[in-house]
C-alpha cells in the first residue's frame, strides 16, 4: 500500500476520534471523489431517497441467495476497495451527524 493510501485512510479516522465528524465525512467524500466514484451528498437523507436506494439494492441482488453473496469472487480493483473503505470511515461520523439516520436505526432495531 502506498503512502498516499494509508495517509487516505488515517486522515477521515483522525477527525472521526477528535469529534469533527462533519470534516470526517467530508474528507472520506472528497478522497471518493478523487478516486472517481459517485458519493452522496453529505446531508441528511429523506425517506423517499433510503426507500429509493432500498428498492434499487433489492433489484441488484434479485434472487441471489446469502450463499450465492458469500461465494461472489474477491474485488481485485484497488480504486473500488479503496472508495468502499473510505464509506465505512464514514459510516460511523453519519450518524453522529444525522439525527434522521440515529432515529432509522433506533427504529429498525425497535
Known amino acids: 500500500m ?9 486522515l477521515p479516522s483522525t477527525f472521526l476520534f477528535q469529534g469533527e ?3 470526517a465525512i467530508d ?6 471523489h478523487q478516486l472517481g466514484l459517485s458519493t452522496p451528498k453529505n446531508k441528511p437523507a429523506g425517506m423517499i431517497l433510503i426507500i429509493k436506494e ?3 439494492t433489492n433489484r441488484a441482488l434479485g434472487n441471489k441467495t446469502a450463499e450465492d453473496i458469500a461465494n461472489l469472487p474477491d474485488l481485485t480493483d484497488e ?3 479503496m472508495g468502499q473503505r473510505m464509506l465505512e470511515l464514514s ?3 453519519s450518524f453522529q451527524v444525522s439525527s434522521l439516520c440515529v432515529s432509522l436505526s ?3 432495531v425497535c
Open 2 to 10: 502506498c503512502l498516499y493510501t494509508l495517509m487516505s485512510l488515517i
Open 27 to 32: 474528507t472520506a467524500f472528497d478522497y471518493r
Open 54 to 56: 432500498f428498492i434499487k
Open 79 to 81: 480504486r473500488i476497495v
Open 21 to 23: 465528524f462533519n470534516v
Open 91 to 93: 459510516t460511523f461520523s
Open 106 to 108: 433506533y427504529e429498525s
